[in-house]
């Protein structure tokens, strides 16, 4: 259903450092660059399966800030890879938040692997997997 998340950055080389490192575990290659027609870098990132994400320079000039109650979630093939994705992010630059990488008992979708993260700007991302 969707086609892509957009998240805004202060800082794009910053952020193309960090979503390089931590979406490599996900199968993503390097961002593309794509100059948007008001001059704002953008970076893009798929890793095969039909969605996107891209990370963008305000267009409207002010500041990047972060959508409280947002979270983009990346789906993950393993507990292992949930776990790598977040260390990734710790490790590249990355705030870790919440409870620790782990099983997660939820009332609304049954047993869950969760890990949650900020990036270098604050917006919130999570890993998640759906065991067998």
Same mark, same amino acid.
């Given at each position: 259903?969707?086609?892509?998340?957009? *998240?805004?950055?202060?800082?794009?080389?910053?952020?193309?450092?960090?979503? +390089?490192? *931590?979406?490599?575990?996900?199968?993503?290659? $390097?961002?593309?660059?794509?100059?948007?027609?008001?001059?704002?870098?953008?970076?893009?990132?798929?890793?095969?399966?039909?969605?996107?994400?891209?990370?963008?320079? !305000?267009?409207? +000039? $002010?500041?990047?800030?972060?959508?409280?109650?947002?979270?983009?979630?990346?789906?993950?093939?393993?507990?292992?890879?949930?776990?790598?994705?977040?260390?990734?992010? *710790?490790?590249?630059?990355? &705030?870790?938040? $919440?409870? !620790? !990488?782990?099983?997660?008992? &939820?009332?609304?979708?049954?047993?869950?692997?969760?890990?949650?993260?900020?990036? !270098?700007?604050?917006?919130?991302?999570?890993?998640?997997?759906?065991?067998?």
């Amino acid at each position: 259903m969707l086609f892509h998340t957009m *998240v805004g950055s202060n800082d794009i080389e910053r952020s193309k450092r960090f979503y +390089d490192k *931590v979406l490599a575990t996900l199968g993503a290659g $390097e961002g593309t660059r794509n100059i948007a027609d008001s001059g704002h870098t953008r970076l893009i990132y798929n890793n095969g399966n039909g969605t996107n994400l891209i990370v963008s320079q !305000p267009i409207n +000039d $002010e500041p990047a800030s972060v959508a409280n109650g947002s979270t983009v979630a990346f789906s993950c093939d393993s507990p292992e890879q949930v776990k790598q994705l977040h260390d990734t992010a *710790v490790a590249a630059g990355g &705030t870790s938040i $919440e409870a !620790p !990488p782990g099983r997660r008992e &939820t009332a609304s979708l049954g047993t869950v692997v969760l890990a949650y993260f900020r990036d !270098p700007d604050g917006n919130k991302m999570c890993g998640i997997h759906f065991p067998a």
